[in-house]
């Protein structure tokens, strides 16, 4: 069947149109955004769940995120890792997020570095804790006590219970139940 797009966005089908995407001023470009988020959506609840409707929408994000303006470039790289991680689509993929997000967390002059450290923490820590402990240390900026949380219990599986205490510390501190019940638990003052 054909593409289950609005005419607004049928649009960027035309490849005299498509190639415009990445020489959009930031207004034209920050609109084109929005839009693909509320396609995505109507995609996502519509009748047809065509694959090719989601890989559109993400070719779309790739190329806004080949604009010079670094916020929007970053924007729309972080939702691409969003998308492909999110159990609405037919193709979610962990290696493809996980790519995304830590090449977005290494970069020290991304906007949405914090961010993206954060996710990928989050979507590494099932698998692989020791890894996730330097982008759990860059996610601490954040300042969110399941940050610091994570991180002590992070240490915690890696049998560096001594490293991980202070950040479990800091949770339970912060206000975080999980960690509290967890300091009494481990014997640590709060």
């Known amino acids: 069947g054909a593409y289950d797009l609005s005419d607004e966005m049928r649009i960027y089908l035309l490849d005299k149109n498509f190639y415009k995407i990445r020489d959009m001023n930031l207004e034209e470009g920050n609109d084109l955004y929005e839009r693909c988020l509320r396609e995505f959506k109507h995609v ?5 769940r065509d694959r090719r409707n989601y890989y559109f929408l993400v070719r779309i994000m790739s190329e806004l995120s080949k604009t010079k303006d670094c916020q929007l470039s970053d924007k729309a790289r972080y939702q691409i890792g969003v998308w492909y ?7 979610a993929e962990t290696k493809v997020v996980c790519r995304i997000f830590q090449d977005m967390a290494d970069d020290e002059s991304s906007m949405y570095r914090l961010k993206a ?3 990928y923490a989050n979507i590494m820590f099932r698998s692989d804790a020791r890894s996730v402990i330097k982008y759990l240390k860059i996610a601490l900026e954040l300042n969110k006590p399941a940050i610091y949380y994570a ?3 992070a240490y915690k599986e890696i049998d560096q219970l ?8 800091q949770a339970a501190k912060m206000g975080i139940k999980v960690a509290q019940e967890k300091c009494k ?3 640590i003052d709060y």
């Open 44 to 48: 996502s609840t519509g009748r047809s």
């Open 85 to 91: 991680h999110s159990e609405h689509v037919p193709f």
């Open 117 to 119: 450290a954060e996710a």
């Open 151 to 153: 991180l002590g219990i």
């Open 162 to 169: 001594d490293e991980g205490k202070p950040y479990i510390r």
């Open 185 to 187: 638990e481990l014997k």
